[in-house]
């Protein structure tokens, strides 16, 4: 047998397996959600074919709007918060490489995300709990019990409250990313800057920063595409509330198709949110990484 062909054969041989699980766990779905669209169906039972009306609903359905502007809001503000903590904690851990706390400082800021998204959301939902929350007994007893507030029942406080906790979720992992990046720096780039007297906040704005580039497109990306798919802590914190003020897309999606059970709407926003977020996607990739 021709050597290419055994060589086709070969690769073919382990491309198949990932190729078969891709097209039924992803390409599936989506072209099955894609069908659905075009039908009003509630889950069981016949479909009615209705062509576009799902999708002519969306253009007046001010609750799909308000959580796309929802889902909006939670990227342009998780964003830049996420990414400078990030960049802080990871100058700050990277400096202090030679102390015998590293492991532990890097144990500690990574340990949440390993928690589960909904162990994380009820256990601040215990935290912010107006009447028995730790937040409002530790404002009491320390002499601020003015400042104690109703925090998931406040539309302004209930956003702030979720992006807090995303916040401290996923912010151990975007420093681990960045320590790493740091430490890929060549150190005797470092070195020539500490002979020339540099201190550590010089290093970091004129010599980490922009080597890090990179890995922070990486970051932006990531944290860009994951705040888009918000739904565990507005799901069981708020439940979206109060007043819709905390609903993401994903969210309204979940309503639709398990509580009012109307799949062939659901779907339908699945569909264009899909693609909004596939060209948001490639936009961001294309303008942070460029042909890298």
């Not at 009003?40 to 709007?65: A, H, P, V």
């Not at 503000?77 to 960049?87: A, N, R, S, Y």
């Not at 960045?178 to 290093?203: C, F, H, M, T, Y």
């Not at 708020?238 to 979940?254: C, H, W």
């Amino acid at each position: 047998m021709n050597i290419k062909i055994q060589d086709r054969i070969f690769i073919l041989t382990f491309l198949l397996p990932p190729i078969l699980i891709y097209t039924v766990f992803v390409v599936y779905p989506i072209l099955s959600g894609l069908a659905t669209s075009f039908y009003q169906w509630r889950g069981t039972g016949d479909k009615t074919w209705i062509g576009f009306e799902n999708y002519i609903k969306l253009l007046s359905d001010e609750n799909f709007i308000n959580s796309l502007v929802n889902t909006i809001k939670y990227s342009v503000v998780q964003v830049p918060i996420i990414l400078f903590l990030g960049l802080l904690f990871a100058i700050l851990i990277s400096g202090s490489s030679g102390s015998k706390w590293i492991n532990f400082y890097r144990s500690s800021i990574f340990m949440p995300f390993v928690l589960p998204g909904v162990a994380i959301a009820l256990l601040w939902s215990t935290i912010f709990n107006p009447i028995s929350g730790l937040l409002n007994l530790v404002l009491e007893s320390v002499g601020l019990g003015a400042l104690a507030h109703e925090w998931l029942g406040d539309p302004t406080t209930a956003f702030w409250a979720i992006v807090w906790v995303k916040t401290w979720a996923t912010v151990g992992f975007y420093t681990l990313l960045l320590i790493a990046g740091i430490s890929n720096i060549p150190k005797e780039v470092l070195e020539a800057a500490d002979i020339d007297g540099a201190s550590r906040w010089q290093k970091s704005a004129r010599i980490i920063i922009p080597m890090l580039s990179p890995v922070v497109k990486v970051v932006v990306i990531f944290l860009i595409l994951n705040s888009l798919k918000m739904f565990e802590e507005p799901q069981l914190m708020t439940g979206g509330g109060p007043n819709r003020a905390t609903e993401p897309v994903s969210l309204y999606m979940y309503e639709q198709a398990f509580s009012n059970f109307n799949f062939g709407y659901a779907s339908a926003i699945g569909v264009v949110f899909f693609v909004l977020t596939f060209i948001f996607s490639i936009f961001t990739i294309k303008t942070m990484g460029g042909d890298d």
